[in-house]
């Protein structure tokens, strides 16, 4: 079964600093990866995803996610983070179904 | 309408009532899905339709809990005889076609506190 770990529950960072977070997989076959991300009571929406083609993928607000086939990994990157940022961060895989398996979600907390 | 729309966005219900949750979908949606996210648990995926059917329901934690969604548009989650381990975010999510490929839209969830 198709399932995301997320081993970093709990992030805090200072703005400027660089963040990365990190997600696995476990299937063996093609997938499509997906990073979502949730501010403080506003609902889920879509950061970046993978599909295909480069696996170094651009997403909004300067965020940035690269697909590691053999390392069973898309971990999430951003160089410089700022106050606004703050929010929970979920990585999700799809692989021959039509439903998201999601992570159990980081949270990450940015202090001015 | 312009986005997902789940009722209540808040309920308190006692242990052994059930409870029904509702979400409208983006209009011309024909995937919808419903997922639960609880504390230090992440988003655990309850049940799918495409239309009015539901390929897949496999999340579905016990038979307490049903769905069904009328029209191709409103979908109903339901929980018999809530438990406190119910206590969720009940989050849905529409997409213009089956599969996440064509981008989720989610809602702002119904909060199930069960006390």
């Known amino acids: 079964a198709q399932s995301v770990s997320q081993h970093n529950h709990h992030v805090i960072l200072s703005e400027a600093a660089s963040l990365e977070l990190g997600c696995n997989y476990s299937y063996g076959g093609t997938v499509n990866l997906f990073w979502y991300v949730q501010y403080p009571g506003q609902h889920l929406q879509l950061l970046l995803k993978y599909f295909s083609g480069d696996p170094l993928v651009k997403g909004i607000k300067g965020f940035e996610a690269e697909f590691i086939k053999s390392k069973f990994s898309f971990n999430l990157r951003k160089p410089s983070v700022q106050w606004s940022d703050t929010a929970e961060y979920f990585c999700a895989v799809n692989a021959n179904t039509d439903k998201l398996i999601f992570g159990t979600g980081t949270r990450l907390q940015v202090f001015p | 309408g312009a986005g997902v729309s789940q009722s209540p966005s808040n309920k308190v219900t006692e242990k052994g009532k059930d409870v029904e949750l509702r979400c409208d979908p983006i209009s011309g949606h024909t995937a919808l899905y419903w997922y639960r996210q609880s504390l230090g648990q992440g988003l655990e995926f309850l049940i799918y339709f495409q239309g009015n059917s539901a390929p897949d329901k496999s999340g579905l934690p016990s038979d307490r809990f049903s769905a069904e969604r009328t029209g191709g548009s409103v979908s109903t989650l339901t929980i018999q005889r809530t438990q406190q381990e119910d206590s969720a975010v009940y989050l849905c999510?529409?997409?213009?076609?089956?599969?996440?490929?064509?981008?989720?839209?989610f809602g702002s969830g119904t909060r199930l506190t069960v006390v």
């Open positions: 999510a529409s997409s213009p076609r089956q599969g996440p490929l064509y981008g989720y839209t």
